[in-house]
């Protein structure tokens, strides 16, 4: 007998109970489809993350607000904006590590133009943002020197904001947009950065302050909500990190002993240090999918014994007719190895659903890789040998005497 | 195979069943040969050895005393893929109670043991349908078995036996469940098949079907108490329609 007729008998019998054949590979469904969902959300996961790295550039220190004490109670962080426009000149003069910088105060609103509405994050900033994040324009120009000191109606916008508002064809460079009922200009196009960080609308800072946050009574007119820097080499980034730490404390007058109002991060260092904790947990994950295989694979193994029981007599009849003892271990063994990789590649399209239905509802970003995939397959497979066997084993060796004579 | 060296040769043969340390010798010291062409009936009261012996002529079991010869060559020396092979090539089985897999239609029942004789799918099939066609059945071939009566089931039954041109058909108490009407036509069918040459042994309990067998081994408690063979002359009472 062939491997091929093997797998035609396994077929014809697995065909006559298609509901227990289903329910017998619901394990395997189950398990290889858990591991393929969480392989693509955890390769997801990375992919963002090292998109984000990439896309914050390279050797960028970032500061943000941190805590704050009023009348001796600790607020939390970021509650108050403590920095201002004059940290960014003083970290700029003041420490020769530093190539650029920037402030930056950012909110969320809906761009319009010309009946095309799109709701998006509008960042206030300088140019010396773009120059920080090495961020090349793919039409237009920066801002200007009189447009960043007076508040000038003009918009830089990120790709992604460009798709939706401007037909394809359209060059918006020198369109009229409105954001908050304020009309700007068009004045230049970002290049792609990735998905995350294309949609996006930058606008001078001034003209954020006055134009669109003007009336917000607890924003002290010369402060930023964070700022970038960019430091000149790898090798500096800690030297610049204390350089700065020391400058702002002394601006901020901070008592010693006392807890900074500001943090100072390394947004790269800090990814790269969530990304291996990703990895830590998606492999966790896996390690519990992979034992849903392992009870999937005894769920197999207990019916395919139950199986061979019940179908003693028929093994007695193929070995009269001639069946040699292999021959009905390879017809169990094949049945065992359909019902695993049946298993597994319906688990496999179940993975696959059930990952893109998580990445549109959940809104995160998933990567089916083909080498999940084929590792689930191959998982199913080493699962179907291991615990088909011994029932195919069991089978091979009743005698055929007895076997007849059961009922 | 020769003339001179009989197709089946049993040399004292017994065999012997051990369980919880008693030992059942199932078949004492039997010898006889069937030559090419012979049909035999065997005969014996239940528990005498019939199904046993028949057991080793068939490859299924092995004697514990003494040998069997089939063509002349001790089956003891062959391997159990290799008796099993012959299994499938050249003996065809027919049991009391049919065992046609209940799962599979007749014509896939019938082209069953082609698959270990290692025959292709279409050769199978188109080698099935000869052979239901000579037992009648071929317009039942793609019914089930609990679709068919006991009779048709037996038909089917032979059908399969003989699909690989066995040296020997061995046929278990073929009419043990089918009324003496229904018996007789499958008794007729064996009289056709040994008319044109094939070799059969048939277990029966039933004297007047043993009549029409040229010859009648009959067992008692396991031994051989006689060997007869009745003389061409005499007319059979056979059934053909
Ligand atoms: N596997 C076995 N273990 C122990 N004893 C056995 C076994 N098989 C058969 N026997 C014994 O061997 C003897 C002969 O059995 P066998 O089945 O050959 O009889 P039989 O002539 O075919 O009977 P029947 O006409 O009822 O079918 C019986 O006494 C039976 O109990
Ligand atoms: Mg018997």
New binding site residues.
Partial sequence: MTMLQGFQIALHALRLNPLRSFLTMLGIVIGVASIVTVFAIGSGAQLRLQEQIRSIGANVLMITPGAVYQGGVRLKDGSKLTMTEGDVQAILEQIPEIQAAAGSLAGTAQVIHEGKNWNTTINGTTTGHFMVRDWQLASGRYFSGAEESGAGKVVILGSTVARELFAPGDDPIGAQIRIMKVPLEVVGVLDRKGPAQDDVAFVPLSTAKLRFLGSASNINRDSVAYIIAKVAADGQMAGARAEIEGLLRQRHRIPAGQEDDFKVQDPAAAMEAQQGAIRTVALLLVAIASVSLLVGGISIMNVMIVSVTERTREIGIRRALGGRMRDIRLQFLCEALVLCLLGGAIGVAGGITLSMTVARMAGWVTSIDSEAIGLALAFSIVTGLIFGFYPAHKASRLSPIEALKTE | MTDQSPLISLRSVSRT?R?DGIA?T?VRNVSFDIAQGEIVAVM?P???????LMNMIGLLDLPSEGAVHLEGADVAGLSEDRRSSLRARSIGFVFQSYNLLARHNAIENVALPLVYCGVGRKARLARAEACLQSVGMLHRAHHFPRQLSGGEQQRVAIARALIASPLIVLADEPTGALDSRTGAEILALFAALNRTGQTIVMITHDPSIATQCRRTIRLHDGELVSDERVAELVPRRSAVS
Avoid at chain 2, 46 to 52: L, V, Y
């Fill in positions: 069943y369980t059942v199932a014996g239940s528990g005498s050895g019939k199904s046993t």
